[in-house]
C-alpha cells in the first residue's frame, strides 16, 4: 500500500508514543453539573494532542464516533478559528518536536507533521465498531486520503461526502483564474469492518407510480386473459388471477390509458436514500451569532444517525470543536429519542469557556429569543469542563515538585500496565486497591508526598497478606521499592512494577 512521504514525519509517527500522560484538573465554576466527572460530557480546554492523551485511560476502545473539523489550511490568516497552520499553539509544536528542520517546512508539511500524531491517538480511542468522519476542503484532501489509509487502513475507507459550501457572490470578476469551489468533503473511515451504517434518508413528497404487470419467465398459473390481453411471450403476469381481481378492485391494477396494457401501482415511500451527494445541506450556519465558521447542527445530526440506531448510549468526540455544535447535535438527538449519548469536546483556543463552554450552557438551558422551540426551553444535560494539567512523568514523581494525586496516578499506571479502560468506582485507596483487569487485582502503594515514597516498600509480609485477600488470581503491585525476594514473589503470583522507575505494560 502507498504510504505518504513528507518532511518531518520521521519525528512524529511515533511522536503520539511519547506524549506524557497529564492531568486532567476539573473547573467546578466552568462546568455545569452537581458532580464532575470523567464519565460525564466533556469540555476540556488545552491542546488536543495532549488532551487525546489524557483520555485513553478512561476512554480507549471506547468511542463510537469520531467528528472533526480540522484547520483546512487555507492561508486565511484573518479566520478567528485559525483556519491554517501558523497557528502559534501549532507553531509552537512543530518548533518543540520537529526542531531545526521545521523552518523548512511546507505548509503541507505542517498540516502533516500537525496531523498524523492526533490521528493516531484518535484510532486508539475508537471503538472497534467505530467510524471516524472529518471535514477538509480541496487544500489538504488529497495528502489526509493517503495519511488515512496509513493510520486506518485503505480497506477501512468508507467513502466521501460532498457537502455545499456558502455560496460567495463573484458578480464584480470579470475573470478568474479557476473555477469556485460549491462543497467541501468528509472524508468516512472506519475502524474495522465491524462498523454498520444506518442507510441515510431524507423526506420527500409521495409520489403515484404505476408499473407493467408482467414480468420474465413462463408460468402457466399467471398466464391468463386481462383486460382482454395475454402475457407477452415467454412472460407472465406478476400476480394469480385472484389476487389480480383483488387489486383491481382496489384501483391499484388497471389498464394503461396510452398502451392499454396492465400495470399496477407502486407503493411510493415518502422517504428516500441518500447517497454521497449532500449539497441539499450545508456545511456552515451562523445561526448562534457566533464568529464564523460554526457547523450546521442539521449537518453534524446527519452524521451522527449514520452510526446509531438503536445504540442511545455512544459516545461521540470533537477534538476541533470550535463553537461546540457537535455537543448540540449529541444533546438535540437525546433529547428527540431519549438516548444517553455522551459528547467529548477538546478546545486549544481561549475561547473554549466563553464561546465553546457557553453554546453549550445555553443549549442545555435554554434561549428565551430562540425561533427553535426546542431550544427556547432547552434540552437538558450536564457537562463538566476540565483543564489540561502536569504531565504525570518520572522526573516530577522525582523531583517531588508536581506529584500526582492517588486517583491519577492509579489511573495512569492502570491503562499503561493493562491497557483497558479504568473504573474509579472500584478504587479504595485506604487498602491501596486500584482495580481489576482481565489478568490481574491491582494495587499500588502511594501518597503524594515524597518522604512517603522514600520510605514505603512491599514487604514479605504485605505480600503475603495480599494473597490472602485475593485468592488465586494473579497480582500487580506498584511501589516505590520492595523487600523481598523475586522467588518468593513468583510463589505468591506477584508481578511486582517499582514506582516511579517501571511503570511500564505488563504483557499477557
Given at each position: 500500500?502507498?504510504?505518504?512521504?513528507?518532511?518531518?514525519?520521521?519525528?512524529?509517527?511515533?511522536?503520539?508514543?511519547?506524549?506524557?500522560?497529564?492531568?486532567?484538573?476539573?473547573?467546578?465554576?466552568?462546568?455545569?453539573?452537581?458532580?464532575?466527572?470523567?464519565?460525564?460530557?466533556?469540555?476540556?480546554?488545552?491542546?488536543?494532542?495532549?488532551?487525546?492523551?489524557?483520555?485513553?485511560?478512561?476512554?480507549?476502545?471506547?468511542?463510537?464516533?469520531?467528528?472533526?473539523?480540522?484547520?483546512?489550511?487555507?492561508?486565511?490568516?484573518?479566520?478567528?478559528?485559525?483556519?491554517?497552520?501558523?497557528?502559534?499553539?501549532?507553531?509552537?509544536?512543530?518548533?518543540?518536536?520537529?526542531?531545526?528542520?521545521?523552518?523548512?517546512?511546507?505548509?503541507?508539511?505542517?498540516?502533516?507533521?500537525?496531523?498524523?500524531?492526533?490521528?493516531?491517538?484518535?484510532?486508539?480511542?475508537?471503538?472497534?465498531?467505530?467510524?471516524?468522519?472529518?471535514?477538509?476542503?480541496?487544500?489538504?484532501?488529497?495528502?489526509?486520503?493517503?495519511?488515512?489509509?496509513?493510520?486506518?487502513?485503505?480497506?477501512?475507507?468508507?467513502?466521501?461526502?460532498?457537502?455545499?459550501?456558502?455560496?460567495?457572490?463573484?458578480?464584480?470578476?470579470?475573470?478568474?483564474?479557476?473555477?469556485?469551489?460549491?462543497?467541501?468533503?468528509?472524508?468516512?473511515?472506519?475502524?474495522?469492518?465491524?462498523?454498520?451504517?444506518?442507510?441515510?434518508?431524507?423526506?420527500?413528497?409521495?409520489?403515484?407510480?404505476?408499473?407493467?404487470?408482467?414480468?420474465?419467465?413462463?408460468?402457466?398459473?399467471?398466464?391468463?386473459?386481462?383486460?382482454?390481453?395475454?402475457?407477452?411471450?415467454?412472460?407472465?403476469?406478476?400476480?394469480?388471477?385472484?389476487?389480480?381481481?383483488?387489486?383491481?378492485?382496489?384501483?391499484?391494477?388497471?389498464?394503461?390509458?396510452?398502451?392499454?396494457?396492465?400495470?399496477?401501482?407502486?407503493?411510493?415511500?415518502?422517504?428516500?436514500?441518500i447517497d454521497t451527494n449532500w449539497t441539499d445541506i450545508q456545511e456552515s450556519s451562523s445561526k448562534w451569532n457566533f464568529p464564523n465558521g460554526e457547523k450546521n447542527v442539521d449537518f453534524i445530526r446527519r452524521i451522527l444517525k449514520l452510526v446509531f440506531s438503536k445504540e442511545q448510549n455512544a459516545i461521540i468526540l470533537d477534538s476541533f470543536a470550535g463553537s461546540g455544535t457537535t455537543a448540540q447535535a449529541v444533546l438535540e438527538l437525546n433529547k428527540e429519542d431519549g438516548g444517553n449519548r455522551k459528547f467529548i469536546l477538546v478546545e486549544m483556543e481561549d475561547y473554549a469557556d466563553n464561546i465553546t463552554a457557553e453554546r453549550v450552557r445555553r443549549v442545555i438551558k435554554g434561549v428565551p429569543n430562540s425561533k427553535n422551540e426546542l431550544l427556547k426551553q432547552g434540552v437538558g444535560g450536564t457537562f463538566s469542563y476540565f483543564d489540561l494539567g502536569d504531565p504525570i512523568e518520572i522526573s516530577s514523581i522525582l523531583s517531588g515538585k508536581t506529584l500526582p494525586t492517588y486517583l491519577e496516578l492509579a489511573r495512569y499506571v492502570y491503562y499503561t500496565a493493562t491497557g483497558e479502560e479504568f473504573n474509579d468506582s472500584n478504587l479504595n485507596e485506604s487498602k491501596n486497591y486500584i482495580g481489576k483487569s482481565m489478568n490481574y487485582d491491582i494495587y499500588m502503594y502511594y501518597k503524594p508526598d515524597i518522604e512517603y515514597l522514600k520510605t514505603t516498600a512491599l514487604t514479605l509480609d504485605e505480600s503475603r497478606n495480599l494473597r490472602k485477600k485475593a485468592g488465586k488470581r494473579p497480582l500487580l503491585v506498584f511501589a516505590p521499592t520492595k523487600y523481598v525476594e523475586q522467588t518468593e514473589l513468583d510463589n505468591l503470583q506477584i508481578t511486582f512494577c517499582q514506582l516511579p522507575f517501571e511503570i511500564y505494560k505488563v504483557k499477557g
Amino acid at each position: 500500500m502507498p504510504t505518504i512521504e513528507f518532511k518531518g514525519k520521521s519525528f512524529v509517527q511515533n511522536h503520539h508514543l511519547a506524549v506524557p500522560f497529564h492531568q486532567l484538573v476539573p473547573d467546578k465554576k466552568k462546568s455545569l453539573t452537581d458532580n464532575v466527572s470523567l464519565h460525564d460530557n466533556l469540555i476540556i480546554h488545552g491542546d488536543n494532542l495532549i488532551a487525546l492523551k489524557a483520555l485513553l485511560p478512561t476512554y480507549a476502545g471506547k468511542v463510537k464516533c469520531i467528528y472533526i473539523d480540522p484547520p483546512y489550511n487555507t492561508g486565511n490568516e484573518g479566520w478567528v478559528y485559525n483556519d491554517k497552520v501558523n497557528s502559534p499553539i501549532i507553531k509552537e509544536w512543530i518548533g518543540h518536536v520537529v526542531g531545526k528542520e521545521g523552518e523548512d517546512l511546507t505548509r503541507h508539511d505542517k498540516w502533516l507533521c500537525m496531523m498524523m500524531p492526533r490521528l493516531k491517538l484518535l484510532r486508539e480511542l475508537l471503538a472497534d465498531d467505530g467510524a471516524i468522519f472529518i471535514s477538509i476542503d480541496y487544500n489538504e484532501e488529497h495528502n489526509l486520503r493517503i495519511l488515512m489509509n496509513e493510520i486506518f487502513g485503505e480497506s477501512n475507507f468508507r467513502n466521501i461526502v460532498s457537502v455545499s459550501r456558502v455560496k460567495k457572490n463573484i458578480q464584480e470578476k470579470e475573470l478568474m483564474r479557476a473555477l469556485n469551489f460549491g462543497y467541501d468533503s468528509v472524508m468516512f473511515y472506519s475502524k474495522s469492518d465491524s462498523c454498520l451504517l444506518v442507510p441515510p434518508k431524507k423526506t420527500q413528497k409521495k409520489l403515484e407510480r404505476w408499473h407493467a404487470f408482467d414480468a420474465p419467465g413462463v408460468r402457466p398459473t399467471m398466464e391468463y386473459d386481462l383486460f382482454g390481453y395475454k402475457p407477452p411471450r415467454n412472460r407472465h403476469w406478476m400476480y394469480e388471477e385472484a389476487r389480480a381481481n383483488e387489486m383491481i378492485a382496489k384501483g391499484l391494477l388497471r389498464m394503461n390509458p396510452t398502451s392499454l396494457k396492465p400495470q399496477y401501482k407502486l407503493e411510493e415511500s415518502n422517504e428516500t436514500l441518500i447517497d454521497t451527494n449532500w449539497t441539499d445541506i450545508q456545511e456552515s450556519s451562523s445561526k448562534w451569532n457566533f464568529p464564523n465558521g460554526e457547523k450546521n447542527v442539521d449537518f453534524i445530526r446527519r452524521i451522527l444517525k449514520l452510526v446509531f440506531s438503536k445504540e442511545q448510549n455512544a459516545i461521540i468526540l470533537d477534538s476541533f470543536a470550535g463553537s461546540g455544535t457537535t455537543a448540540q447535535a449529541v444533546l438535540e438527538l437525546n433529547k428527540e429519542d431519549g438516548g444517553n449519548r455522551k459528547f467529548i469536546l477538546v478546545e486549544m483556543e481561549d475561547y473554549a469557556d466563553n464561546i465553546t463552554a457557553e453554546r453549550v450552557r445555553r443549549v442545555i438551558k435554554g434561549v428565551p429569543n430562540s425561533k427553535n422551540e426546542l431550544l427556547k426551553q432547552g434540552v437538558g444535560g450536564t457537562f463538566s469542563y476540565f483543564d489540561l494539567g502536569d504531565p504525570i512523568e518520572i522526573s516530577s514523581i522525582l523531583s517531588g515538585k508536581t506529584l500526582p494525586t492517588y486517583l491519577e496516578l492509579a489511573r495512569y499506571v492502570y491503562y499503561t500496565a493493562t491497557g483497558e479502560e479504568f473504573n474509579d468506582s472500584n478504587l479504595n485507596e485506604s487498602k491501596n486497591y486500584i482495580g481489576k483487569s482481565m489478568n490481574y487485582d491491582i494495587y499500588m502503594y502511594y501518597k503524594p508526598d515524597i518522604e512517603y515514597l522514600k520510605t514505603t516498600a512491599l514487604t514479605l509480609d504485605e505480600s503475603r497478606n495480599l494473597r490472602k485477600k485475593a485468592g488465586k488470581r494473579p497480582l500487580l503491585v506498584f511501589a516505590p521499592t520492595k523487600y523481598v525476594e523475586q522467588t518468593e514473589l513468583d510463589n505468591l503470583q506477584i508481578t511486582f512494577c517499582q514506582l516511579p522507575f517501571e511503570i511500564y505494560k505488563v504483557k499477557g
